[in-house]
């Protein structure tokens, strides 16, 4: 492979053909090329110039490019440009100061091709608007792209669709873009980012603070990589406009959305159509819009919503006085009369709002009520007025057999004033009269009490069951949102409060009552990477993104450190440790510092691992010699006998 340069895309005398040789090579060519005379110097240079680079690298030249030299926006997509396409028309643009806006979507440019654009960019810093989409470029395109990031400072807007990019090539972007500043618009659409994309997009969120417009739609970020995005957009300062449609973020990336929603303070736009999204998803995703100002624009299309979920969003705009809601999109959704008067009272106090929803037609999706069990009403009903089964239908069984004809048995028991309608009754006869045999046998109605204790135990542990995996679940996806924000956190910033809460600087700051809080919290140990630094003005960094460890800090007067015990230090380095705690430690730093609620005695610390170790190290020592002495014994019975 040649090492491109700015020279190599620069035509010099010695590549140039003769006058002779150019009428030779014009004649040869099947174009339809008409180029104006009345073009100004600087225009007929930069077409003469893409004339000789067609002639240097064999290609046709495109009519399109020359007509419209001049212009701010060239747009030559589909016009099979190939890479030494490519590489003739970034020979022409060094010099150019026209273009703004360059368009080579599906042009078959390749790796090559993009290698040659880049060079190109290293000289030409009037082209502000570049779309490379659907030109297979590939992990190794994307590494050429990435590198761009790096030295390039006038693209402003880049469009990098359908290129085949891979969840790698998300770290490479990752990367480039964390200290890029000049890149507003990202077109990642039409890719395979999965799981391993998600995290490193998450942590290109969390660093950049330029990026104001993100399209990531018809990707593949579900699940974890769908969490630990969220989790990067939850730090993030600048993005307004984000496009997650098709990508099948599900409940599971709802949850961390809202989660992500009730901080992000700088999100305008965002578009979650066809992502597996339920009236669950809805609901927690709600928990995060009543937390936020900011978002305008809300798309939930083609997902799997009816009524329920439509009425939960426009509850949301309705009770939450500073949400900025203005648009939702729910187009494939049927609402019903109830959902119209909502939104229509909600209309006139909000004029501004609208919801875009399918049409009026649809239905509340309820069970209807479960009747109770026909024996357990009859059951109930002899229990209060403590009778018998047989001095209830002692009337009708003269002989009891607690044997009854069907006809007799509907009767008795429509005259009574038991509580069972038709269907319970029609119910209850063919449950005592498995075999049609015309006879009811109501003895099966002395064991219900039994069997309706075990049924409904069953029920019980069948519902508590259900909800302890959800429970589990959405602990389980909370957790991993932590865990992600922990990672993608930059250094020395620090979420307080939901919704963007700025309070005094010298006034104490609370943590957030959510359970995401929990990674605010000060952890003191040596495994851990957070350091605390003037515990008094309460300034906490947290973990680097590239895995640095913090340098140890020297102990003052102003803050005390404690740590777990070296497992590796032998014992003539160690000293002898003093019993202390957090608490104590806390309050032996400055008096402004603020306690955490950590344990308030040494009798929760826990022991040390070396004592441990030689404890269990002792046991296993004696357990040995106990199995020896058996052994022995056991041999010495052997040889006796």
């Known amino acids: 492979m040649s090492i491109l340069s700015i020279k190599s895309l620069c035509l010099v005398d010695n590549d140039s053909t003769s006058p002779a040789e150019d009428v030779d090579l014009e004649d040869g060519w099947d174009t339809d090329l008409e180029v104006d005379d009345k073009k100004t110097t600087k225009d007929t240079s930069t077409a003469e110039l893409y004339l000789q680079a067609c002639r240097l690298v064999g290609v046709v030249p495109v009519s399109y490019f020359l007509r419209n030299l001049g212009t701010t926006t060239m747009n030559l997509n589909h016009h099979s440009l190939g890479p030494l396409g490519g590489k003739a028309l970034a020979i022409a643009l060094v010099t150019d100061m026209h273009i703004t806006n360059l368009e080579l979507a599906d042009n078959y440019l390749l790796a090559e091709g993009a290698r040659y654009l880049v060079e190109m960019l290293k000289a030409n810093f009037t082209i502000h608007h570049l779309d490379l989409s659907d030109n297979h470029l590939q992990s190794e395109g994307a590494e050429c792209i990435a590198k761009m990031f790096h030295n390039n400072i006038s693209i402003k807007s880049i469009k990098l669709s359908g290129n085949g990019f891979l969840e790698d090539d998300a770290k490479s972007f ?15 659409s039409h890719n395979q980012f999965c799981r391993r994309g998600g995290e490193h997009l998450g942590q ?7 990026l104001e417009q993100l399209d990531l739609s018809w990707n593949h970020l579900r699940m974890k990589g769908a969490v630990a995005f969220c989790a990067g957009l939850k730090v993030n300062v600048t993005l307004k406009h984000l496009d997650l449609s098709w990508n099948g973020f599900g409940n599971e990336g709802a949850l961390a959305l809202g989660e992500a929603l009730k901080f992000n303070n700088s999100l305008v736009h965002l578009d979650l159509s066809n992502n597996r999204i339920t009236n669950e998803g809805v609901g927690m995703l709600c928990k995060g819009l009543e937390a936020n100002d900011t978002l305008r624009v809300l798309k939930l299309a083609y997902n799997s919503l009816t009524v329920e979920g439509a009425l939960a969003l426009v509850n949301v705009v309705k009770n939450t006085p500073k949400t900025a809601l203005e648009e939702i999109n729910i187009t494939n959704v049927l609402v019903n009369e109830n959902f119209v008067q909502l939104l229509e009272l909600t209309c006139q106090e909000r004029p501004g709002f609208d919801v875009q929803y399918g049409g009026v037609g649809g239905f509340m999706a309820k069970k209807p009520p479960k009747r109770p069990d ?8 002899l229990d209060v007025r403590k009778l018998r089964l047989w001095d209830f239908f002692r009337n009708i069984d003269k002989d009891g057999t607690m044997r009854v004809p069907v006809a007799d048995f509907r009767k008795a028991v429509q005259q009574s004033s038991i509580p069972l309608d038709r269907y ?20 099966g109605l002395a064991d219900t009490r039994k069997q309706m204790m075990r049924d409904h135990r069953r029920q019980l542990r069948k519902v508590e069951s259900r909800q302890k995996k ?7 996806i909370l957790k991993t949102f932590q865990s992600a924000v922990e990672a993608n956190t930059p250094c020395s910033s620090m979420v307080i409060s939901p919704g963007g809460v700025k309070e005094e600087p010298n006034a104490p700051q609370p943590f957030s009552a959510t359970p995401l809080s929990s990674w605010h919290h000060i952890v003191m140990s040596n495994s851990s990477r957070y350091s605390v630094m003037n515990l008094s003005s309460e300034h906490v960094h947290l973990p680097m993104l590239g895995g640095s460890t913090q340098p140890r800090l020297t102990s003052s007067s102003a803050m005390r450190s404690f740590s777990q015990p070296n497992l590796v230090d032998d014992s003539a380095r160690c000293c002898k440790p ?3 705690s957090a608490q104590r430690m806390l309050y032996d730093s400055s008096p402004d510092v603020v306690h955490t609620k950590l344990s308030p005695s040494p009798n929760h610390l826990t022991r ?3 004592a441990l170790i030689s404890k269990l190290t002792s046991a296993k020592t004696k357990t040995t010699k106990v199995k020896k002495k058996k ?3 056991r041999a010495d019975e052997i040889l006796t006998e």
């Open 174 to 188: 990752a990367d480039a873009l964390a200290n890029n500043y000049r890149v507003k618009e990202l077109d990642l």
């Open 374 to 381: 026909p024996m357990k009403v009859i059951q109930d009903y």
């Open 470 to 476: 959800e429970k589990l679940k959405s602990d389980r």
């Open 578 to 580: 003093k019993p202390s």
């Open 608 to 610: 040390s691992r070396p």
């Open 204 to 210: 290109m969120l969390a660093n950049n603070e330029g």
């Open 631 to 633: 052994t022995r014994k």
């Open 424 to 443: 319970q009754i029609e119910e209850l006869i063919q449950r005592l009269d498995r075999e049609r045999t015309g006879m009811v046998d109501y003895r």
